[in-house]
């Protein structure tokens, strides 16, 4: 019999850009975790040890998850629902306020260990978590979410979760916004004596095949007397190895076939590429079950205006001659209210606008999910990065609407503006780690010269589509509820905080991503009426999240 191995990934073709996707760029997340029958649901409070600047203190370590309670050989597990919540004590307070923290962002590697039988492997359980405010005393929660590797087994037998040591990193600011000095701090945790024989979090019973021979019983484990063992074979052994989602995928370089990037031969290069609204996926017969896979996009408290869509694309990198993809991505909208403008429209026409506030949504927070690619900087050198755009103030759409009287068509011009701040989480240069430090983000946000700029100051991403409703046909182009494709141009600002152990690796990112004149091109797809007591079913799966999910257009 086989031993286990890595769950394979889906193609994955090496882009020859930075993966400095504009408005959203999104890696695939692992599917909503809505806990059912056949689920193994953990929460676990573990006691740690953590290694302060003010030395060691113990801290208190609450992991949970879902898991499925039962598996078959050679099927894919993924954990789901994962966040790790550390309280750090009184003491982490003291050395922060020393700095003169005021608000601190965390970031967390948790080290889980994977068993079967008598072998072992490791996996890396990240999450990240928004600022909170420095308490004036007492301990200090971080609670952080993330994307979490799967796992696979070709083997029978059960495969037992256990966890072990714990990174934090923290990220302190001033209450200006400012980083302290020094700008990071860097906690080790490891599992406290107390802890011993109760770190397991699952077991999961791996059967020979699903109601075959070999199939284990229905029943889920996770005895609290169980402990991992410390033997660590090599992976020929085969190990139950973690793997990511396999349906990341990535774009070739610019006018392959298989390419994210605009050929510079190509007489449109520089321009705004054409493209029709989104669409959903051939396979895919309309039916929520059979969709193309696409991350949570749920509105909790919608109202009669709330819009909820699929966005995804594929940006352009200039510095680096080549493109990489925007992922799909839940948008959230609130409609706004028609409003006549001041300025008369010419004669036999009919003008009004709408403003509509919008925003990310991934996992509660206003950013997208991580999302990974590996591309070449200065021509040669392949590097890996995983990154995070995070949303720093409102996004709006701005849309102007003409009804021409003579022939009863509508146009719209819409134009998004959103400020996002890219951030750098992990690199990997030749597939040696770059510690980039947790606070490694552009200076600014994204930023386009805006057509508005006394209306909309400050810096922010601009998009602009433009869209045709003729009287009596299907609309055309870009139309908010309809979805199409908007387009741009974005500077990718300096970048700043970026480096640990007093290495400052701004200049290097600086120098091979940022600048001017990076063409993206993003596509909507048709909104779900999240609002409505019974919006159409062509919109909305059941449960009212969007229903297609559009394909990125070049």
Not at 108 to 129: I, K, S
Not at 201 to 213: D, I, K, M, S, W
Not at 220 to 247: I, Q, Y
């Amino acid at each position: 019999m086989r031993g286990p191995r890595p769950t394979p990934r889906s193609s994955r073709v090496r882009a020859r850009g930075a993966t400095i996707a504009a408005f959203v760029a999104l890696a695939p997340l692992l599917p909503a975790a809505a806990v059912a029958v056949g689920t193994l649901k953990v929460d676990a409070a573990l006691p740690y040890v953590c290694t302060l600047p003010s030395g060691q203190q113990p801290a208190t370590v609450r992991i949970t998850a879902a898991f499925p309670e039962r598996a078959a050989a050679g099927e894919e597990i993924r954990p789901t629902d994962v966040t790790t919540t550390v309280e750090l004590p009184a003491g982490a307070v003291a050395d922060l306020t020393t700095l003169k923290a005021a608000t601190v962002r965390a970031e967390t590697r948790l080290t889980v260990g994977v068993t079967q039988n008598d072998q072992r492997a490791e996996a890396t359980w990240r999450g990240t978590a928004q600022p909170v405010d420095v308490p004036a005393d007492g301990p200090l929660v971080l609670t952080t979410t993330g994307d979490v590797p799967s796992l696979t087994t070709d083997a029978a037998g059960d495969l037992r979760i256990t966890a072990g040591g714990l990174a934090v990193d923290l990220a302190p600011s001033t209450a200006d916004g400012v980083p302290t000095v020094p700008a990071s701090l860097s906690v080790a945790c490891v599992p406290g004596q107390d802890a011993e024989g109760r770190t397991l979090l699952a077991t999961v019973r791996v059967g020979a095949g699903t109601g075959g021979p070999g199939t284990p019983p229905t029943t889920p484990t996770a005895p609290p007397s169980a402990s991992a063992p410390s033997s660590a074979p090599s992976p020929s052994s085969g190990l139950p190895l973690a793997s990511f989602p396999s349906d990341r995928t990535f774009p070739a370089g610019p006018g392959t076939a298989n390419g994210a990037g605009r050929d510079p031969k190509d007489p449109q290069n520089g321009q705004p590429a054409g493209g029709g609204p989104a669409t959903a996926d051939e396979n895919a017969p309309g039916t929520p079950a059979t969709r193309p896979a696409a991350p949570p996009c749920v509105t909790e408290k919608p109202t009669p205006t709330s819009l909820s869509a699929y966005i995804t694309g594929y940006s352009n990198v200039r510095k680096l001659n080549g493109a990489t993809l925007i992922p799909v991505s839940c948008m959230l909208i609130e409609q706004g209210q028609m409003e006549i403008p001041t300025t008369p429209p010419p004669e036999g026409e009919f003008h009004f606008t709408n403003l509509s506030p919008g925003q990310l949504s991934y996992q509660g927070r206003k950013q997208t999910p991580p999302f990974t690619s590996t591309f070449l900087s200065f021509d040669f050198q392949p590097v890996t990065a995983t990154m995070v755009l995070e949303q720093t103030g409102p996004i709006t759409i701005d849309t102007l609407v003409r009804i021409v009287f003579a022939t009863g068509d509508n146009y719209l011009e819409n134009t998004v503006r959103a400020p996002l701040v890219l951030r750098v989480l992990d690199v990997k240069v030749n597939g040696v780690t770059l510690d980039v430090g947790p606070s490694c983000r552009t200076a600014t946000s994204l930023f386009s010269p805006d057509p508005k700029p006394a209306t909309y100051p400050g810096k922010h991403l601009v998009m602009v589509g433009k869209g045709k409703i003729p009287l009596g046909l299907p609309a055309e182009g870009y139309v908010l509820t309809s979805g199409g494709p908007l387009t741009g141009e974005v500077t990718i600002p300096a970048f700043s905080g970026c480096g640990a152990g007093g290495e400052n690796l701004d200049r290097l990112l600086t120098a091979s991503i940022s600048g001017p004149g990076n063409y993206l091109k993003q596509i909507q797809g048709q909104t779900c009426s999240a609002g409505l007591e019974t919006p159409p079913p062509d919109q909305c799966t059941e449960d009212l999240q969007p229903l297609l999910v559009p394909k990125p257009e070049r």
